[in-house]
């Protein structure tokens, strides 16, 4: 019994923390569609036939002066493209950080995680001392999802990072504490694309940046 009021109180604020605690339970279980094993952990699939298209992963036209393998995150239009040769791109729906908690640069994809150990830094923690030290890798309250993909820049660690999410309907909002969120589809297959050392470039949260013209589903 005990255990089953932590996972919920944990629960509880992984959703505030998303922005969908007041999403009502039929419309969150929408979100999913069966279950899938990966890595020995068995977790959610989400169910994309209830997800707006603009957020699914699909491969469109854009140009960009960045070199082919280079991730770039549009924040001010919740997407993360991965780039391709001949002016295209994967183009992926994320959630981005909500306001007074984004992060803008560039940085470099300096290491990977399966199922990675949730450990909240001493600030999101003073925000919300309800929550946990840590959280094991493939737990159900576990934001962080089936994949890590951490930034570093220069000076170490950035402390952000590109992670799957446990609320498939925080995607295409602002809602984290600055990490980039995807599907967890969508985190694993950028995972197998992306090797270490991969650039990244996050754009900074221009009100008037207008989406790339070219920029239409190609796929």
Request: aromatic share 10%; glycine share 10%; proline share 8%.
């Amino acid at each position: 019994m005990e255990f089953n009021r932590r996972e919920l109180v944990l629960g509880a604020l992984a959703a505030a923390a998303a922005g969908t605690a007041s999403v009502p339970a039929a419309a969150k279980a929408s979100w999913y569609a069966g279950t899938a094993v990966d890595n020995g952990v068995t977790f959610k699939l989400t169910n994309f036939n209830a997800i707006d298209k603009r957020w699914h992963k699909q491969m469109v036209k854009y140009k960009s002066a960045e070199p082919a393998g280079t991730v770039v995150v549009d924040t001010r239009h919740h997407y993360l493209y991965l780039i391709m040769e001949n002016g295209t791109a994967i183009r992926y729906g994320v959630g981005v950080g909500r306001e007074g908690f984004q992060w803008f640069g560039r940085a470099n994809i300096d290491r990977k995680a399966l199922w990675p150990k949730w450990t909240p830094p001493p600030e999101m923690r003073a925000r919300q001392p309800n929550l946990p030290v840590s959280v094991e890798g493939g737990a159900p309250t576990n934001p962080l999802g089936p994949r890590a993909l951490y930034l570093f820049s220069g000076n170490g660690d950035t402390g952000y990072r590109l992670h799957g999410t446990l609320e498939p309907g925080s995607i295409g909002k602002d809602v984290s504490s600055g990490c980039i969120r995807m599907f967890p589809e969508h985190v694993i297959d950028l995972y197998q694309r992306c090797p270490i050392g991969t650039a990244t470039q996050v754009l900074p949260h221009i009100a008037d940046r207008a989406p790339p013209a070219d920029d239409t589903q190609n796929g």
